[in-house]
């Protein structure tokens, strides 16, 4: 037996097996030492890490598959190892990416009290999902890839339906199991069809016959869509934001930030390795398939995300939006790219500063609650400057890393992607995606001035002010003009209203104002009601709750979820040179 | 392979008829059992275009790929309708309906 093979997926290993160690301490903890769970789960991912960086491979990029058939000696299980998960930086870089997202969801997880019931369960699932996304960002084989990517979604499922009480997270499991299941169905027909043109399953395989060509390409088309669908690229993006607003917030993260570094990394060898054997008349038409998805994904994902007045689907939007970037790296790259690991690196950089952000973000309305419930609407933000600061200028960060502002790792991740298509010639998508970031921080900027720009007040002064016309979130479809004037104005009233403020401010803290009036229907209308309709029924107390202040025993393992990914998006973005041979490739 | 009447290609054709069937039940349907069959409707007919390909590559190298994968895809469509129907069954139990009808809270 040749160990060396099994060296490449043990952290994939060690996930597995400490999975099946966790369900089992499930079974048999009591209910008050449900703490080991969490520390015994983190404890797994980290050795996990650990033996990822020994594994750390040397050279390969993207290493070069080998399109041959089966290895035929019976004693090389390691060479089959090593044909069946390549070991190379692409691969690395996602699993590193992938465990920083486990681990920040676990924290979130850990400092929310949704997961009282089944707690074993959900550690062992989250365990599992992170193996199976390790896997799948090394799988240079149809079938060790479909079986990682099934084992990634059948967790996630699970995951998704984890907190019974609320609706919400049932009804995100069925749509996300009918849409994944349809993006499975086409993936695995595409698999047998590029079976059919190759007769065999290498990613690397190419056709046995001139005339297999339109079946081959049939087959790869049919993938690359199943593949889109995983990653939530338009045209199939459609699940993207209610399974995100309706799963619990720690399984967000997970998706959000680990989901989508596996899928790009599977996505990204394919683009490279698969699309190029169907070429001739096919060359031209991957690229462009990709550039459209592209296009459309950026423009969608940005015009929606404007119009929401949840911060959580907002955010679910702006990952839609994410996608479309992360997609122009990927378009061009098939055609006569002689070096797609510039690109490719600029790919994983993006994915890395991306899932910290956005897994920071979505840990913060994890964390803060009022009233028993997350921060759900711009409204429920206002006032957060003030009463949690260190939260709230973490925020702060997350939205302007987001935003692509110049400090930050955001920054220099578009940067990255935007110049490297530059270099290849697609003007049009950056020029569109550099627009698309400017009309982004219409939406990102919104939640700073909401932290900071209003005053929480009491339903007398609600009528009043400028600033809560932006929390408010009251612009309706289509107005993407009228969103960007208002920030321009909301802008005025970020320095007026602290001034304004301070005067009026007869309720003296926004706490004492909820206790005396804790379930009282704001007049004026909440703002949800313009926008969402949903929320105003079931949140119109909202914004007249205090934080809640009883925060759970294990909140400092939640405030570590921010203070972790806030960190990484300053560090990587002040010194990007910490991140070594990703950025020397770049 | 000559004198059957099912040559790799009609298999082919027949699987495509039957994926395009199962991705009609998907988007057509309300049901969400019967949109459950609908998906195992598409991964049989992946499956069903797998074996009749092997047979197709049977002297080649790869000739048992195919067959391999179709048994992996069995074992993958079971955990996926065990999921799936674990869902519905949450579904039904907090709504009295397993239909995509009243799912509708999500939405914006």
């Known amino acids: 037996m040749d160990w060396n093979g099994l060296a490449h997926i043990g952290p994939a290993i060690v996930l597995m097996l400490g999975g099946a160690v966790v369900a089992f301490l499930g079974m048999i903890l009591r209910r008050e030492e449900g703490h080991i769970l969490p520390l015994a789960s983190l404890t797994i991912v980290g050795i996990s890490a650990a033996m990822l960086a020994a594994a750390w491979p040397g050279s390969a990029w993207i290493m070069p598959l080998d399109a041959g058939g089966a290895v035929t000696s019976p004693g090389m299980a390691g060479a089959v190892i090593r044909k069946a998960f390549p070991s190379d930086g692409l691969a690395a870089w996602a699993s590193a990416t992938v465990l920083f997202a486990a681990a920040i969801s676990l924290l979130a997880a850990a400092g929310s009290r949704l997961h009282s019931d089944k707690p074993g369960e959900y550690h062992a699932l989250v365990l599992l999902t992170a193996a199976g996304m390790l896997l799948l960002s090394r799988s240079g084989d149809l079938l060790t890839l479909l079986l990682s990517l099934e084992l990634v979604s059948l967790s996630t499922y699970a995951l998704c339906a984890s907190h019974r009480p609320d609706p919400r997270s049932g009804e995100s499991a069925m749509k996300y199991f009918i849409a994944g299941s349809l993006g499975t169905a086409l993936l695995v027909f595409g698999m047998a069809l590029f079976y059919g043109a190759t007769g065999s399953l290498s990613l690397a395989a190419r056709p046995l016959q001139e005339s297999y060509r339109g079946l081959l390409a049939c087959g790869s088309g049919l993938m690359l869509a199943g593949f889109l669908f995983k990653a939530g690229a338009a045209p199939f993006h459609q699940w993207v934001p209610d399974v995100y607003e309706g799963a619990p917030t720690p399984v967000t993260i997970l998706m959000a930030a680990g989901i989508k570094a596996a899928a790009f990394a599977v996505l990204a060898r394919v683009v490279v390795t698969t699309l190029p054997s169907s070429a001739g008349p096919w060359d031209s038409s991957w690229a462009a398939v990709l550039w459209t998805s592209s296009m459309l994904t950026i423009l969608v994902g940005n015009a929606v995300a404007l119009r929401q007045s949840s911060v959580k689907r907002m955010l679910a939007y702006s990952g839609i939006a994410h996608t479309g970037y992360l997609l122009i790296a990927l378009v061009g790259t098939p055609g006569g790219a002689e070096s797609p690991g510039r690109a490719v690196a600029g790919m994983l950089y993006y994915l890395f500063v991306y899932g910290a952000a956005a897994a920071g973000a979505f840990g913060v309305v994890s964390l803060i609650r009022r009233g028993g419930r997350e921060l759900e609407t711009f409204e429920d933000f206002a006032g957060l400057g003030r009463e949690r600061p260190a939260i709230a200028l973490c925020m702060a960060l997350f939205m302007l890393s987001l935003t692509g502002f110049p400090p930050l790792a955001g920054f220099f991740a578009k940067f990255a992607i935007f110049r490297d298509a530059l270099a290849r010639g697609e003007t049009a998508l950056v020029v569109t995606g550099v627009l698309a970031s400017v009309v982004s921080a219409a939406y990102y900027l919104r939640v700073i001035m909401c932290m900071y720009g209003s005053q929480r007040r009491s339903a007398t002064h609600r009528q009043s002010g400028a600033a809560p016309a932006v929390c408010a979130g009251a612009s309706r479809p289509g107005e993407i003009s009228g969103a960007m004037g208002q920030t321009g104005s909301a802008g005025a009233a970020t320095g007026s209203a602290p001034g304004a403020g301070s005067g009026s401010r007869p309720e003296g803290d926004a706490a004492a104002s909820a206790v005396q009036m804790p379930l009282s229907p704001a007049p004026g209308g909440t703002g949800a009601a313009a926008g969402g309709g949903r929320t105003a029924g079931d949140h119109a107390s909202g914004p007249d709750e205090a934080l809640d202040r009883d925060a759970p025993e294990c909140s400092w393992a939640a405030e570590l979820a921010i203070i972790i990914p806030a960190a990484a998006v300053v560090v990587f973005g002040v010194f990007p040179g910490l991140l070594g041979d990703l950025i020397s490739r770049m | ?108």
């Open chain 2, 1 to 108: 392979m000559s004198g059957t009447v099912f040559s790799p290609a009609s298999c082919a054709m027949l699987a495509s008829v039957l994926f395009g069937i199962g991705a009609f039940g998907i988007v057509s349907r309300r049901n969400l059992i019967v949109v459950l069959v609908a998906i195992e409707i598409m991964l049989n007919a992946a499956n069903l275009a797998f074996v009749s390909f092997a047979r197709l590559h049977a002297d080649g190298p790869g000739g048992g790929l195919g067959q391999a994968a179709a048994l992996f895809i069995m074992a993958l469509a079971a955990a996926e309708a065990a999921v799936g129907l674990a869902i519905v069954l949450a579904i039904y139990r907090s709504r009295g309906t397993a239909t995509t009808d009243g799912v509708d809270v999500l939405r914006g």
